[in-house]
């Protein structure tokens, strides 16, 4: 996420802005018990985001313990950054109790090119429906590839627009609502498309800010299930304004973390609602 680069001529922030701030109070509201079974690397600023956006985190990846656990989740976050094959089987009881119970899951298929074990393990994880697929444009081209047959890996280059085509193809054959991280990060449904301004560059910067705003946009689907799309496209856009209000504050990546996170806890109304950039590209 970075500063916006692209324009659009249907753009109608005003309504999105409101609507960012309806999802960010519900969520504030509803305080979504949110499954997390995520990388090493990520768990603390997951958890962190997560608890400033007024969600409850809970980092359960035991395979043991799904059957138990979550029933009482609100969501499941699913992110394979450092998968492992003893972790494989619980993402999978999890995705799968969530779909036996209607509650929304959401992948973060992290370096899916980077081998054959993980790309395998994420297509797997795709059959089991999740609500949505967050991605830079690299590990979206690189899915969508996989899913249609063809398993050449791609690099990381890839910027979101490139990825925009095949995050279209990708949402229709998995019935996913699909995002693509990025100077502007996109959403669609494979017919829609909207793209989220809201961000600075220095967050790539912050290992696992992209892990982040995938959990809050788990958090945000939990409480308005029936409007993933939306909800999705609002997730962004807050992380990004909570980006770009800590970066008024920071001198680097490390206090820009710190933050980002108090900014996350401190967006108000006014400030959500004037500041929230999201366009239509359909």
């Given at each position: 996420?970075?500063?916006?680069?692209?324009t659009n001529?249907?753009?109608?922030?005003?309504t999105?802005?409101s609507q960012?701030?309806?999802?960010?109070?519900s969520?504030?509201?509803?305080?979504?018990l949110?499954?997390?079974i995520?990388?090493?690397v990520s768990?603390?600023?997951?958890?962190?985001?997560?608890?400033?956006?007024?969600?409850?985190?809970?980092?359960i990846?035991?395979?043991?313990?799904i059957?138990?656990?979550?029933?009482h989740?609100?969501?499941?976050?699913?992110?394979?950054?450092t998968?492992?094959?003893?972790?494989?089987?619980?993402m999978?009881a999890a995705?799968?109790?969530a779909n036996?119970?209607?509650k929304?899951?959401v992948?973060d298929?992290a370096?899916v090119?980077a081998?054959?074990?993980?790309?395998?393990?994420?297509?797997?994880?795709?059959e089991?429906?999740p609500?949505v697929?967050?991605?830079?444009?690299?590990?979206?081209i690189?899915?969508?590839?996989?899913?249609i047959?063809n398993?050449?890996?791609?690099?990381?280059?890839?910027?979101?627009s490139d990825?925009?085509?095949?995050?279209?193809s990708?949402?229709?054959?998995s019935?996913?609502?699909?995002a693509i991280?990025?100077?502007?990060?996109f959403?669609?449904?494979?017919?829609?498309?909207?793209g989220?301004?809201?961000?600075?560059?220095m967050?790539?910067?912050?290992?696992a800010?992209d892990?982040?705003?995938?959990?809050?946009?788990a958090?945000?689907?939990?409480?308005?299930?029936?409007?993933?799309?939306?909800?999705?496209?609002s997730?962004?856009?807050v992380?990004?304004?909570a980006?770009?209000?800590?970066m008024?504050?920071a001198n680097?990546?490390?206090?820009?973390?710190?933050?980002?996170?108090?900014?996350l806890?401190?967006l108000d109304?006014?400030?959500v609602?004037?500041?929230v950039?999201?366009?239509s590209?359909?």
């Open positions: 996420m970075a500063e916006q680069q692209h001529t249907n753009t109608n922030t005003s999105w802005g960012s701030w309806t999802h960010l109070t969520l504030r509201h509803q305080s979504p949110i499954q997390c995520t990388n090493l768990m603390d600023l997951i958890a962190n985001t997560l608890l400033a956006a007024g969600a409850s985190p809970a980092m990846h035991s395979v043991l313990e059957p138990d656990f979550t029933p989740t609100q969501a499941v976050l699913i992110n394979v950054g998968l492992t094959p003893e972790w494989l089987p619980a999978k995705a799968g109790v036996k119970l209607n929304p899951w992948l298929p370096a090119g081998s054959g074990f993980r790309l395998k393990a994420c297509l797997e994880l795709v089991l429906k609500t697929i967050r991605g830079n444009g690299s590990e979206i690189a899915l969508s590839m996989a899913s047959g398993t050449k890996g791609a690099d990381s280059l890839h910027e979101s990825a925009l085509e095949a995050a279209k990708l949402a229709k054959s019935g996913s609502i699909v991280s990025g100077s502007v990060d959403v669609t449904d494979g017919q829609r498309v909207v989220a301004h809201n961000g600075v560059q967050m790539q910067k912050i290992t800010s892990c982040a705003v995938t959990a809050l946009i958090a945000i689907v939990a409480t308005d299930p029936t409007h993933a799309f939306e909800a999705t496209a997730g962004l856009s992380f990004g304004l980006g770009e209000i800590g008024g504050l680097g990546p490390a206090s820009l973390r710190m933050h980002l996170i108090d900014s806890h401190g109304q006014e400030t609602v004037n500041r950039k999201i366009t590209f359909s």
